[in-house]
């Protein structure tokens, strides 16, 4: 069982339109992180969560650490947000970190 | 700034030799990370060091791989020998706290022959 959860794996979408990605994790964290993968290959760290709501341009993430659940949106979306988002978390215990497979998102003119 | 820089872009080698990858964190970063990414495992976390001291290597697959960070400044990732099944993308980052939102490097593509 993958310690970090994410769905959809692959996500297609046209150009304006609202997007989630969801990600669910088993273990007790002391931080979220969101990651972002261009096809060229690089890394991006877009957010770390620890609580409540984070908001960058049209980037918005959210942790809930009762449910274990946190979720990216990405609001009026456009063809260079096509990436792979990856959630990770590092646990509060042990200093583990733990990486979800990742969405890959295309995003359509 | 010029960002976490990692060195070199790309390395082919033969199976059996020592390969050697290089970081060099943002200045003033105290956390530094290796990471390695393949197609079957995804991303994962090797090892990563605060304040030049390793931390968590629980992620270094065997002996054969070793990290070094002899300064705040640089970090190397040893490989020795090297096998096929260590081909992947290896990324390293930095940050000002473990936690603290990371910076990557554009990683060194490894392919051993």
């Known amino acids: 069982k993958n310690e970090v959860e994410q769905s959809p794996q692959n996500l297609t979408a046209q150009e304006g339109e609202f997007i989630t990605i969801n990600c669910s994790y088993s273990v007790g964290i002391s931080a979220l992180h969101w990651l972002q993968q261009h096809p060229g290959g690089g890394i991006v760290s877009l957010f770390m969560?620890?609580?409540g709501k984070k908001k960058h341009g049209r980037l918005i993430a959210t942790i809930n650490i009762q449910e274990k659940h946190s979720s990216l949106h990405i609001t009026a979306s456009h063809p260079r947000d096509s990436a792979v988002y990856i959630c990770?978390?590092?646990?509060?215990?042990?200093?583990?970190?733990?990486f979800g497979t990742g969405t890959s998102l295309t995003v359509i003119p | 700034d010029a960002g976490v820089i990692q060195s070199p872009r790309h390395e082919v080698t033969e199976m059996g030799q020592e390969v050697t990858l290089r970081c060099k964190p943002i200045s003033g970063h105290n956390s530094l990370f290796w990471y390695r990414q393949t197609m079957m495992r995804g991303l994962e976390l090797l090892i990563y060091?605060?304040?030049?001291?390793?931390?968590?290597d629980s992620g270094m697959p065997e002996d054969r791989f070793s990290a070094k960070m002899p300064n705040a400044s640089f970090s190397t990732l040893k490989i020795q020998p090297s096998e096929p099944r260590d081909s992947a993308v290896y990324f390293c980052?930095?940050?000002?706290?473990?936690?603290?939102?990371?910076?990557f490097g554009s990683g060194t593509r490894l392919t051993v022959v």
């Open positions: 990770a978390v590092c646990s509060n215990t042990g200093n583990q970190f733990y």
């Open positions: 980052a930095s940050s000002l706290q473990q936690n603290y939102g990371y910076t």
């Open positions: 969560l620890s609580s």
């Open positions: 060091f605060n304040n030049n001291v390793p931390i968590d």
